[in-house]
DNA sequence: CCTAAACGTTGTCATATGACAACGTTTTAG
DNA sequence: CTAAAACGTTGTCATATGACAACGTTTAGG
């Protein structure tokens, strides 16, 4: 647990021009939670009140299209954050899913607090800001890819861009951020 | 000309909460330029230091995929506002191109400018991240519909949610932000 | 106003991918 | 440890869509 906001502290260290003693109070701001395999953090239907840092761990935010697909829109690594951000920002009902897909150990601060954090430390409004444009920027690079590039393509692209999904993350969930079906990856992976 | 500036002055004032002289002074950062259809604004392999807001018109940004396909990211209508974000952002060089796909009229700021602006005019980068927020939701929407829909129901999805392109905008140019050639567009409307 | 280019539609054909099923392997829960 | 479930792979088949071409219509530029 002192690990996870270890990591944390560093996080804001590497990524803000916080004081130490700021960082301090910012980090107290949030509680810490370790969850299993396939823990739910967030429901599609209900408003997402949080933000998460994952210290270690995977988390996966999806949602499930009325195929009943899952279609995966972001996973988060260790030293990452995430949250259902489409709900968090508008705060309507979330269409996604925010899960954990590995064991992690998770702190969280919820949306009050983290909007509040804005006022006494403006770095972390920044943070979010970067936050925001790296997930927009990030977004879009999915528009440009998934509607121009085939599937062996798009595939190619991620092991040359995320290489980590490819080793961390199981095959059913990749195909689900490559927009295809397991077995299209599964035959696309013995095609390389 | 003195049109535009009063749509871009309504503009501040339906979406902040800034004084009318704030407001003048903002619009007075913006110049004025009338372009021809199939004007080219931003390049590719160029860094994009200008940010638009269209009064009349529509603007288009696009990529060109290695087979030579555009595909579009994005359109901007009158009283919107938009930018090569990606490059605009990270200052490296676009992989879009910005154009006018209709003629158009623009008042446009430069990056500089924009930034110098937000420490004056905090309601005016407020107003930025609200645009990135609103950016970021519809850009991950669109790897949702599009990861998860096939093209007749992307074409419903367009039909129902921006109607206003359908319209406006040549067929081409749906069907490159559809993700579809126009061919294909061309038998599925057919299909309705 | 006239001509050439761009556009939208429709047809044919090729192909990438989805749907489904079978099967062995791995993971998970009790 | 064991049984059941989930997973990854591979096959077959159906289908949505791309590539290409033909053609009439619309648009743009001189």
């Known amino acids: 647990m002192d690990k996870a906001y270890l990591r944390l502290a560093r996080y804001f260290q590497e990524n803000t021009a916080l004081s130490e003693a700021d960082i301090e109070a910012v980090i107290s701001l949030f509680h ?9 953090l967030e429901q599609e239907g209900k408003v ?16 499930i ?26 705060q309507k009902k979330s269409r996604d899913f925010l899960a954990a897909h590995e064991p992690s150990e998770l702190l969280i ?15 972390v409004e920044a943070l979010y800001h970067k ?3 790296f997930a927009f920027v990030h977004s879009q ?22 290489p980590k999904l490819l080793t961390r993350i199981s095959s059913k ?4 951020y490559l927009g295809m079906t397991n077995s299209t ?8």
């Open 109 to 123: 601060i919820n949306r009050e607090d983290f909007y509040k954090a804005f006022q006494t430390f403006p770095a």
């Open 32 to 40: 810490y939670k370790k969850v299993k395999r396939h823990h739910m």
């Open 65 to 90: 299209d009325k195929k009943g697909n899952e279609i995966t829109g972001k996973f988060a690594l260790e030293d990452s954050i995430i949250s259902a951000i489409t709900s968090f920002i508008t």
């Open 185 to 192: 990856l599964s035959k696309l992976k013995a095609k390389l």
């Open 141 to 162: 690079m999915r528009v440009y890819i998934f509607l121009g590039m085939e599937g062996i393509d798009r595939l190619k692209w991620v092991m040359e861009h995320e």
């Open 131 to 133: 936050f925001m444009e």
């Open 48 to 63: 997402c009140k949080h933000f998460y840092f994952v210290a270690t761990g995977c988390l996966r935010l999806y949602e």
């Open 173 to 176: 969930a990749v195909a689900s």
